[in-house]
């Protein structure tokens, strides 16, 4: 079976930051455009960031361009999200998805004081 798991979210003040992990299981990344999503409490599901198969395109949404960098690990199988100076409105369920389509499971990233 084909799974996409993410990890490392959780609570945080704002200003701090967090780095998520999107693991694939029963299939390479390799080649695989991949993205991160995000859906806030009462909203649409939105994007955020996406990475090329190489690795050597990226692309944010406006609201976390500067702040967020999603990067991959080959070796690892999996895609990062590394979020910095994070706001409350960064607070949501994150999805790390790859055509197919496969979606993760999502992940709770709560920003608050």
């Known amino acids: 079976q084909l799974q996409l798991v993410e990890s490392g979210g959780g609570l945080v003040q704002p200003g701090g930051s967090l780095r998520l992990s999107c693991a694939a299981s029963?299939?390479?990344?390799?080649?695989?455009?991949i993205g991160w999503f995000r859906q806030p409490p009462g909203k649409e599901r939105e994007f955020v960031a996406v990475i090329n198969w190489s690795g050597s395109g990226t692309n944010y949404a406006n609201s976390v361009k500067g702040r967020f960098a999603i990067s991959r690990d080959y070796a690892k199988n999996a895609v990062y999200l590394q979020m910095n100076s994070l706001k409350p409105e960064d607070t949501a369920i994150y999805y790390c998805?790859?055509?197919?389509?496969?979606w993760g499971q999502g992940i709770q990233v709560t920003v608050s004081s």
């Open positions: 029963g299939f390479t990344l390799d080649y695989y455009v």
């Open positions: 998805y790859a055509p197919g389509p496969y």
